[in-house]
């Protein structure tokens, strides 16, 4: 990948730019060394100091700081000057040719850059663009929800959990829904807290309160805890020692944020940030087919689909895409796939050809099964 490309460049730079660094201190060291000798010479002998300055040049001689230096600092200019091109040629900064002239919803846009900047707490920055694109009715809601989740968060940073029980508890049963233990998870950070306290007693008292309704499904994770119990005053020092780590905070917060996302029909990660890396893998090779496409003569606006595949991460592949084994062509709204009877699936151009339109039928090309095409049903991943 192209990106990867200008990393590599990139690092080339910095080591290089690291060496140099390295020999600039190195030959700095050995001037300081000289003239510190020179200086205590001075001081403590009644030698002539012109022959002490007159050694000490010799030394500078020897030394020849800026013979040792020109050879890291010409690699370095070297890297330097490859790598802005390296930057242009993969960085180009004329994207109009890579999209088409296309309408969207500019109210659905506006309320994902807002709330992309609620997601990361910046209420103000939010606000403000809100204000500007007209759309402060429609994101009061949103702002007020996010805000809850931000000041949440916020609280657990500073080891607080009390909105976020509060929060878990209300959500209980929507929570199960979706199969989360984030409940479980919580006190469980609550009970190490407690018993960090040296408070026993109290630490006993949280947990038949609390993890009761949990006993039938986690109790090898509750054993666990009750163990903890024996080394209330050296749990640093002891096999439950894990349970201190801030890592089980951090996973904590982190599925509060799926599971308040979740609830809100928001997804977990933000979709302008997702968009936008997406768009960061996607667009050098589409920049590269268009400058093809403009060289050639072609336009490229009415096809609906490229011919040639953008390669993206799994990540950013949140959809099935089936490729017709018979065609080799990509399944569309218009072509979509089709499960046949044999349970095989052909995209639906593919069944009306070798069908006649569905005037007969015709043999599966993996099994000897005979096809009925109007018994064909669609699939939607």
């Not at 009390?162 to 409940?183: I, R, T, V």
Request: charged share 25%.
């Amino acid at each position: 990948m192209e990106l990867n490309n200008l990393k590599d460049a990139f690092d080339r730079v910095a080591k290089k730019q690291k060496l140099s660094c390295s020999k600039v201190q190195e030959v700095m060291d050995q001037i300081v060394q000289e003239i510190e000798k020179a200086i205590e010479m001075v001081q403590s002998t009644t030698l002539d100091h012109k022959s002490i300055l007159a050694e000490l040049k010799k030394k500078l001689h020897e030394i020849a700081p800026l013979a040792q230096l020109e050879g890291t600092q010409k690699e370095l200019n070297i890297a330097l000057s490859k790598y802005p091109k390296a930057l242009e040629k993969t960085l180009n900064p004329d994207i109009s040719k890579a999209y088409r002239n296309i309408e969207f919803d500019s109210h659905t846009v506006n309320q994902i850059i807002a709330s992309h900047f609620y997601r990361q707490g910046m209420f103000d920055v939010g606000d403000c663009f809100i204000t500007e694109a007209g759309e402060a009715e429609a994101a009061a809601a949103m702002r007020s929800l996010f805000q809850e989740m931000y000041q949440i968060l916020e609280a657990m940073k500073s080891r607080n959990l009390e909105s976020a029980l509060k929060w878990a508890a209300a959500n209980s049963d929507k929570l199960k829904e979706n199969g989360s233990d984030l409940l479980l998870g919580l006190h469980q950070l609550q009970f190490v807290k407690i018993l960090q306290k040296g408070s026993r007693e109290e630490a006993l008292k949280y947990a038949r309160t609390n993890f009761v309704p949990f006993a039938g499904n986690h109790m090898a994770e509750i054993q666990k805890l009750m163990g903890c119990l024996l080394y209330s005053d050296r749990l640093s020092e002891s096999p439950y020692a894990h349970l201190l780590s801030p890592t089980n905070w951090d996973i904590v917060a982190e599925e509060l944020t799926r599971q308040f996302c979740n609830l809100l029909g928001q997804s977990y990660q933000s979709p302008l940030s997702v968009t936008i890396a997406a768009g960061v893998q996607g667009l050098p090779p589409l920049l590269k087919f268009m400058t093809v496409m403009a060289g050639k003569k072609q336009e490229w606006q009415s096809m609906k689909q490229l011919p040639v595949p953008v390669e993206l991460d799994k990540e950013f592949q949140f959809h099935s895409i089936f490729v017709c084994p018979v065609s080799k062509e990509q399944s569309t709204e218009d072509n979509p796939p089709m499960l046949m009877s044999c349970g095989h699936v052909l995209c639906k151009q593919s069944i009306n050809k070798m069908s006649k339109n569905g005037s007969k039928t015709f043999k599966c090309p993996y099994c000897p099964s005979d096809v009925d095409a109007p018994r064909c049903r669609q699939l939607n991943f």
